[in-house]
């Protein structure tokens, strides 16, 4: 009943379109600690709330990602201050989020992992390697930013948003990975292509590098134009977003609440 109660309030509190968004990014964390890239309660995802206030949601800093709902996720301001909701969010998810999301009008989504595979590629020399498919999907896209400590430096905010630039996803050295989007199933859609490419190299890479198959010349460039903005979004919003909900609502439909 306390549950319902808290539901309630809060759906009545915010725009239809503004609740639709909280149950797309309640899904991304459940969708996460599903897959296993959750690191306890240490990562974080983010989405800019429509309006132009700057306002972006997060999630509170006591939820396992598995127990986080529409209702519980934390609306806050570019300056880190609660709007609605608990007051208890990650600092360092504070200042990356918030930095992408002042400079980058078309990164509405933000997701930020901590995965091992993620992790180890981040601490190779020549980051992501293009031997397979998944990787040069990824790879047209991909940023890197060099390792500053845990951010909760408001100053690494105009590095982090240099390095970005104009792409949609990058390598934090030392540290993990990042996608944007301009919708949510659109940013979880590149994570998920550049974590199976982590995951992938880590594989190919215990194996040993003698005998590794370079892609033939040409070939990463011609999958970048195959799998262009337009295209992945397309995918992500229209097909494979849609099916990871039906996934979601048969196993724990709970993150609507």
Known sequence: MATAAVQHNVRDQVAPEEWAIRVDLAAA?????????DDLIFTHLSVRVPGPEHHFLINPYNLMFEEIT??????IDMEGK?????AMVNAAGFVIHSAIHMARDDAKAVL?????????????????????QTAMIAAHELAYHDYEGIATDLEERERLVADLGDKCAMILRNHGTLTVGETIGHAFLRMYFLER??????????????GLCNPPQGTPEKVAQQTNPQTTRMGADMLAWPALLRKLDRIDPSFRE
Request: with cysteine; hydrophobic share 40%.
């Open 29 to 37: 964390y459940r969708l996460v600690a599903l897959y296993g890239w």
């Open 70 to 75: 529409a209702s519980s996720l934390v609306k």
């Open 82 to 86: 609660p709007v609605m909701g608990p």
């Open 112 to 132: 930020h992992l901590h995965t091992p595979y993620g992790q180890a590629v981040s601490a190779m020399t020549e980051g992501l390697l293009p031997h397979t």
């Open 197 to 210: 490419a982590c995951e992938a190299q880590v594989h190919m890479l215990s194996a040993g590098r003698d």
